[in-house]
């Protein structure tokens, strides 16, 4: 952990004597916030609630007493522990603040540097120590989410199965069929010419095509879930202009009234299974297209990839809203989402970047808020056989 985010102490008195005697005698073992008035210092729990750790006031102030101000700080910075420096006159008011809760320690003047330093040490310790937790409570709320997804996640592929199998043997019967109807029809058409009929027969065997290859890759996605949400490895190669041409398709509803979409490499294959590539793909161009929302401009969306050496890198860029510098180093994370309720999960771009690092490759993210933003992903090329 960086020592700047670590838990410091406030400390709070309107006597800068005696701000700078305990910033003498404890400036060096902790990291020490300094304030004057309690306004001031609530102004600064405002500002940096979640690195304060111990709040230690004087209780004979203007304005506020240092009891209120606790009570007070209480509020804004509830994990902190809360300490007094009092005079013997002001114990009654201290005791009866200890008993309500609002404060955990109090030291009398003149306080013993030893005892003072015992306390901010045990308080810092147990603020540390709470931190933790609360990130682990963090991680295993993330970890059950995410386990209760992938028991949906291959309830869904088991769900799809049955109606891709059922698609895919209509398919083939379905071309059997028709190449029946297709030979009477055209002997009919010889003697009775109708070029509308002429035309849906030409047609046919295309569309034909698109529905079984629209069911082989129905079939591919709920392999694809399965595998992944069994932990399985499934690496194929797979041919980069193909998937970016599927993906697109898939996209079209999302992209078509917002943008304008164009491709552009030449023939290579990676080492990257084709469901997964269109999976990232798909995710890639949907977020593009979604990013486009209240920019005022007409809407571009490039995919391109290029050759290297050993790599193939791939990129979708866009002229969308853009992300915040703050928030590019949160998108990857799980379950993290810029976008309205209802409209993200935040698992998108956590998916992607797990799917590209399993298979050896890596993803890079560049973004200018109100401008567009671009994901590198660099994947291994594979190798000839």
Known sequence: MNPSDLPAVLYVDDDALNLRVFEANFGSKFRIFRCSTPAEALTLLEQKRSEIGVILSDQRMPQMTGVELLERARTLAPDAKRMLVTAYSDMQAVIDAVNRGQVSRYFVKPWDRAEVLAALEDGLK????????????????????????????????????????????????????????????????????????????????????????????????????RAQAR???????????????????LARA??????????MGEPVKVSFGPV???????????????????????????????????????????????????????????????????????????????????AGGGVRLSSKQGEGTEVELTLQRAQLP
């Open 231 to 249: 932990g399985e490895d499934m690496e194929v190669s797979a041919d980069v202009a193909e998937v970016v041409s599927f993906a697109v398709k």
């Open 254 to 263: 999302e992209v078509r009234d917002r943008a304008r979409i164009t491709t």
């Open 276 to 358: 997964k590539l269109t999976q990232v793909l798909l995710n890639l161009i949907v977020n593009a297209a979604q990013a486009m929302e209240g920019t005022g401009r007409p809407g571009r969306i490039e995919v391109r990839w290029t050759s290297r050496e050993q790599n193939v890198v791939l990129t979708v860029a866009d002229n969308g809203c853009g992300i915040s510098q703050e928030l590019q180093e949160k998108v990857f994370q799980p379950l993290f989402t810029t976008k309205p309720v209802g409209i993200g999960t935040g698992l998108g771009l956590s998916i992607c970047k797990e799917l590209v690092t399993q």
């Open 126 to 225: 147990i603020a540390r120590l709470e931190l933790r937790i609360r990130e682990v409570e963090g991680r295993m709320m993330k970890a059950e989410r995410l386990a209760t997804l992938g028991q949906v996640t291959a309830g869904i592929a088991h769900e799809l199965m049955g109606p891709v199998g059922y698609l895919s043997q209509n398919v083939a019967s379905l071309r059997r069929d028709l190449e029946c109807v297709v030979q009477y029809a055209s002997k009919h058409l010889a003697t009775d010419a109708s070029p509308e009929v002429a035309s849906v027969l030409e047609d046919l065997p295309s569309l034909l095509q698109d529905l079984a290859t629209g069911a082989d890759h129905l079939r591919g996605v709920a392999l694809g879930l």
